[in-house]
C-alpha cells in the first residue's frame, strides 16, 4: 500500500509517544495513537502511561472527543478485543465513530492476534495495517517475546577500552573504564527494566549495589548467579536485600548452611535441581518469564555473557567502548569456560551509534539465525 507524507508522519508520531511508556507499563507492550480528521488535523494524541491504566487508544480518544467521530486512528498496534485490567479498546473505537482505523503491528497476544482486526472490520471500521511495521513491531519485541516464547527480553551490556579490556588494571588507580555520561546511561536503563543480572564473579570483585541512580519507573530485581551460595553476607547486595528485592539463583549442591542466613537477610533463593550450567540459565529465563519479567538487563562478567550466548539468549547488546588504551592481556567480553572464545550467535543490527561523554555507546539488536 502506498502511505502518504500525512499518514507516515502520524503514525511516527504515534511510535514516539509510545516510547513515554518505558520502563510504566511493562509486561504489557509500549503503544501510541494518534486521532485525525478527514481533513487531515491531528485532533487528539495518547499513549499506554502506566500498566493497568488507559490504554493508548482510550487517552487518544479521550483526548480527541466529538472530533474523533468519522476520523482515522492511528495506533502502533491492534487494539484489544478483551476484558483485561481495562475494556477492550475496539469497543471505544466503535463507540467513538472512528471509521478507519490504520495499525503499525499485529498483536502476537493470543487472546488479540488479528481478531481485534476483525471485530472492527465487522463493525464497520476500515482497517489498513502495515504503516512503518518494522519500527512498530521492534517497539514491541521485549512483549512479543515474553508473550510466545515465555522468557524475557535480554539486553547485554558491557564497558570496554578500545584494546578490549572489560575491566582496568588495579594499578591504574580508575575504577571505571566508561565515562559518567555512560554510566548515567546505564543508569537509566537499569530504571526502565525489570530485573539486573551478575555472576558471583563480578559480585565478588566489584561489590556492587545494582540500583538505578536516580531511581526510574521500575525498581528492578537484583539477580546474582552463585551456584555455591558464596555470596558475603557483608556485602552491599546483601545488606541492602531488605530495600531492594535480591534473588539469589543458586545449584543443587549450595550448602543449605550458606542458605538459611541469607533468606534471613531478606534474599530470595531460587534453588535450581540440576547441575549442568547452560540448563540452569535456561530454567531461570523460564522462571523469570512466568513472573513476567519482560526486560532483563545483563550486566555479568565474560564467563556470564557466554553462558546467554551459548543458549542463543542474548537479544540486545549495549557496548560501551571508551577512547583508552591499557594495554598487557586481554579478557574479552565474552569468552567461555577455559578461556575458550564464544562468539554472539548472530551478528548485531546496530540501532543506535552514539558518543556519550567521548565513548562510544554501540546498540544494537542480534540477528537472530
Known sequence: ??????????MQRALDLARRGAGCVEPNPMVGAVVATPAGAIVGEGWHARFGGPHAEVAALQAAGPAARGGTLFVTLEPCCHHGKTPPCTDAIVT???????????????KVAGRGIAVLRAAGVTVATGLLEPAAARLIAPFTKLVT???????????????????????????????????????????????IMIGIGTALADDPLLTARPAGPRVPLRIVLDSAARLPLVSRLVQSARETPLFVAVGPDAPAERLGPLESAGC???????ADRDARLRNLLAHLGTRRLTNVLVEGGPEVLASFS??????????????RLLGGPVTPAITGHGGTASALAGSI?????????????????VRKA
Do not use: N
Request: charged letters at 25%; hydrophobic letters at 45%; a negative charge.
Open 1 to 10: 500500500m502506498a502511505w502518504t507524507e500525512f499518514e507516515r508522519a502520524a
Open 349 to 365: 543490527d546496530i540501532e543506535e551509534l552514539t558518543h556519550p561523554g567521548g565513548d562510544i555507546l554501540i546498540r544494537g539488536t
Open 96 to 110: 467513538a465513530g472512528i471509521t478507519r482505523v490504520v495499525l503499525g503491528a499485529s498483536d502476537p497476544f493470543s
Open 268 to 274: 530470595e533463593i531460587w534453588r535450581s535441581d540440576v
Open 149 to 195: 516464547t515465555g522468557r524475557p527480553w535480554v539486553i547485554a551490556k558491557w564497558a570496554m577500552s578500545l584494546d578490549g579490556h572489560v575491566a582496568a588494571p588495579a594499578a591504574d588507580g580508575e575504577r571505571w573504564i566508561s565515562s559518567p555520561e555512560s554510566r548515567r546511561l546505564v543508569h537509566e536503563l537499569r530504571g526502565r527494566c525489570d530485573a
Open 310 to 323: 551459548r543458549l542463543d539468549a542474548i537479544d540486545e547488546v549495549w557496548a560501551f567502548v571508551a577512547p
